[in-house]
């Protein structure tokens, strides 16, 4: 399988907790994306980067979220001390470089689900 | 920023029978609407697409217009089947240097019935 994979699928913590999770692009995509999607709404965009640069991040990223892609491959985001209101599935997504002013499809992983207790 | 705004929330349609999904935005530099269908467990998965320089495009039972005018872009399902029962996002972006943020509207599902 050669599409965007998720580890953990399903992830169950205590408040105050930390947990990490993994994302693999497809490969050769330079364009890695974090959403979080709450039950019954739409995805919503954590954080952006291209390469190895994080090159945007949304204010629902807070000081207690971290994400990183070290060599330009894989992405990690944590969570510090978990919150109940951090219950959500955390998709990933990744997308090649499209030429200049041409948007490229964002393709999407299975997502992980968080629930805190 | 941006703000997508989709409806109905939920649809319910006979199978065979035609079904229309419509988002409006609120940002006029916004230039590229995906449409995504969301299966129970999965990641959102790209069914089409459509960019501002283009008022339609069709791909097989499934189409997508765009009113720049109106803000307002569908889609356009012909011949429902069973399998298309799902939930639907529509999401809008804009040309930047950096990345193709997606905003995405609240989802609808969609119920075919046998």
């Known amino acids: 399988d050669t599409g965007v994979s998720q580890d953990p699928r399903h992830k169950i913590t205590k408040r105050g907790q930390n947990v990490t999770f993994r994302c693999d692009p497809i490969?050769?995509?330079?364009?890695l994306y974090w959403y979080r999607q709450t039950l019954g709404q739409g995805p919503e965009f954590l954080t952006y980067?291209?390469?190895?640069?994080?090159?945007?991040k949304s204010r629902l990223l807070s000081d207690r979220f971290s994400a990183e892609r070290p060599k330009g491959s894989f992405s990690t985001l944590e969570i510090q001390r978990t919150e109940q209101g951090d219950s959500a599935m955390y998709l990933c997504?990744?997308?090649?470089?499209?030429?200049?002013?041409?948007?490229?499809?964002?393709?999407f992983g299975p997502g992980t689900r968080l629930t805190v207790l | 920023g941006e703000n997508v705004e989709q409806h109905p929330s939920t649809l319910s349609v006979q199978e065979g029978d035609s079904a229309v999904i419509k988002c409006t935005y609120s940002?006029?530099?916004?230039?590229?609407f995906p449409w995504y269908k969301q299966e129970l467990g999965k990641g959102p998965q790209l069914i089409i697409d459509?960019?501002?320089?283009?008022g339609e495009k069709k791909d097989q039972r499934i189409a997508v217009t765009l009113n720049k005018t109106a803000k307002h872009f569908s889609l356009h399902i012909t011949e429902t089947q069973p399998e298309d029962s799902a939930v639907y996002f529509c999401?809008?972006?804009?040309?930047?240097?950096?990345?193709?943020?997606?905003?995405f509207g609240g989802g609808t599902r969609l119920m075919v019935k046998p």
């Open positions: 999401a809008a972006s804009k040309a930047r240097n950096a990345g193709n943020m997606l905003t």
């Open positions: 490969s050769e995509h330079n364009r």
């Open positions: 997504a990744s997308s090649p470089t499209g030429l200049a002013g041409v948007r490229s499809e964002q393709f």
């Open positions: 940002d006029s530099a916004s230039n590229y």
């Open positions: 459509i960019r501002s320089n283009v």
């Open positions: 980067f291209q390469n190895e640069a994080q090159l945007e």
